[in-house]
């Protein structure tokens, strides 16, 4: 059974810092460029990072860009997302997922952990 | 960044409906192109793929269309379990980029 498991999320003040882990297991982890997606409360859906299999290439939305920082470990089947200069407008649930640009139809997300960024 | 204008932002339908939704992209993506529902509290689950493609498992009611710059999903006859938000997703090029979502309600 393919399973992805966000943690670290949780409530830190504006200027803050956290980091995501996503545990992966199920499926050919190191195999697969992955992505991090986020929804702020009562909004859409917003693409926010992705990286590479080898972890050599990375890409960030606009709105994170030099703030976030993305990267795997393919020995511990794990995706990071290390959040810096947090922001109110950063609050949102934080999907970590197979990345789509290769083989979109292989579909897999987990299910989600809350990023709160409020004094 | 490539922008998915996706309309209409919500619509209200009763069980039997045919319901449409597009999604236009700011430039031309080619077919690189999918389709998500979501249901409140839920992770996103893709629809259609490759703008239409039938994923896996997924009811024939629901089909895509289009190619370039205007793309449309479809769902022939709205059953209960339809009702949720859908939105399209570029994959043609970083950064991907999401439609606003489409809220299916019930009328």
């Known amino acids: 059974e393919v399973q992805l498991l966000e943690s670290g999320g949780g409530l830190v003040q504006p200027g803050g810092s956290l980091r995501l882990s996503c545990a992966a297991s199920?499926?050919?982890?190191?195999?697969?460029?992955m992505s991090w997606v986020r929804q702020a409360p009562g909004q859409g859906l917003e693409w926010v990072s992705g990286?590479?299999?080898?972890?050599?290439?990375?890409y960030y939305a606009d709105s994170v860009k030099g703030r976030f920082t993305i990267s795997r470990d393919n020995s511990k089947n794990t995706l990071y997302l290390q959040m810096n200069t947090l922001r109110a407008e950063d609050t949102a649930v934080y999907y970590c997922?197979?990345?789509?640009?290769?083989?979109?139809?292989?579909?897999?997300w987990g299910q989600g952990t809350l990023v709160t960024v409020s004094s | 960044a490539i922008q998915m204008t996706q309309s209409p932002s919500s619509l209200s339908a009763s069980v039997g409906d045919r319901v449409t939704i597009t999604c236009r992209a700011s430039?031309?993506?080619?077919?690189?192109l999918g389709w998500y529902q979501q249901k409140p509290g839920k992770a996103p689950k893709l629809l259609i793929y490759?703008?239409?493609s039938l994923q896996t498992g997924v009811p024939s009611r629901f089909s895509g269309s289009g190619s370039g710059t205007d793309f449309t999903l479809t769902i022939s006859s709205l059953q209960p379990e339809d009702f949720a938000t859908y939105y399209c997703?570029?994959?043609?090029?970083?950064?991907?980029?999401f439609g606003g979502g489409t809220k299916v309600e019930i009328k």
């Open positions: 199920g499926f050919p982890f190191s195999s697969y460029a």
């Open positions: 490759a703008a239409s």
């Open positions: 430039q031309g993506i080619r077919n690189d």
């Open positions: 997703l570029q994959d043609y090029n970083y950064p991907l980029t």
């Open positions: 997922a197979k990345d789509p640009t290769i083989r979109i139809e292989i579909d897999y």
């Open positions: 990286i590479s299999v080898s972890g050599g290439s990375t």
